[in-house]
């Protein structure tokens, strides 16, 4: 019987080629016949999936988005389970947007390269604005619900906050970003978790009523 081709799971193996060399090259270093090599696949094969570069690259991001995702909603699903408070949770999710580990440091330099990018194509533009517009919203909603279980003033416009966190989450990812592997590094690292803290605490500034009887 002829085995039926996992198409998901091809265009899976691309993406994570795209990443692999974007990681370890750079975005030049993405071509057909380049990922085709590194995802053990065929330059024919390739192309069936994906025509152009801007393809593969918009696809691997939005796999990488995915990832990030998924990693999130277990964060919050984890954080309700153990009836952690919002403020907390929000510092675990927006740790996941910062490259503090090797996969999440790939994973920003395919961010910023699709970025680049998007600069001159203005379809990949319009994709990079609306996940940025997203993050935003999902953090407005946050305070949102901050503000229903105690941890928000009510006064607190929920988009000015988003903006104000997604600016710092941003900042503190390229700091760490920029920096090679060493102590200068290790240095910006440790000031990641007492910064998101500290940020979260101007916006999240009361106590949690979610779980109290």
Request: glycine share 6%; proline share 3%.
């Amino acid at each position: 019987m002829p085995r039926i081709a996992d198409h998901e799971q091809r265009r899976r193996q691309i993406a994570d080629a795209v990443v692999r060399l974007i990681s370890d090259h750079g975005l030049d270093a993405v071509t057909v016949a380049r990922t085709a090599a590194a995802a053990g696949m065929s330059v024919g094969l390739v192309q069936h999936y994906f025509r152009t570069k801007d393809e593969m690259l918009l696809h691997a991001f939005r796999e990488v988005s995915a990832r990030i995702r998924a990693r999130v909603d277990e964060r919050i699903r984890d954080g309700v389970a153990h009836e952690q408070p919002l403020a907390r949770v929000m510092a675990d999710v927006m740790t996941e947007y910062i490259p503090l580990d090797e996969a999440r440091r790939a994973e920003y330099r395919v961010a910023r390269a699709f970025a680049g990018r998007a600069l001159d194509a203005p379809a990949l533009a319009e994709v990079d604005t609306v996940g940025a517009r997203q993050l935003r919203e999902d953090i407005a909603l946050a305070v949102h619900n901050g503000k229903e279980c105690g941890e928000v003033d009510g006064s607190l416009d929920p988009q000015a906050a988003a903006v104000r966190l997604a600016a710092v989450m941003e900042g503190l990812a390229l700091q760490v970003y920029r920096e090679p592997e060493g102590a200068a590094r290790e240095t910006v690292t440790r000031c990641v978790e007492p910064l998101l803290t500290a940020e979260i605490a101007v916006v999240f500034t009361g106590e949690c009523r979610q779980y109290t009887s």
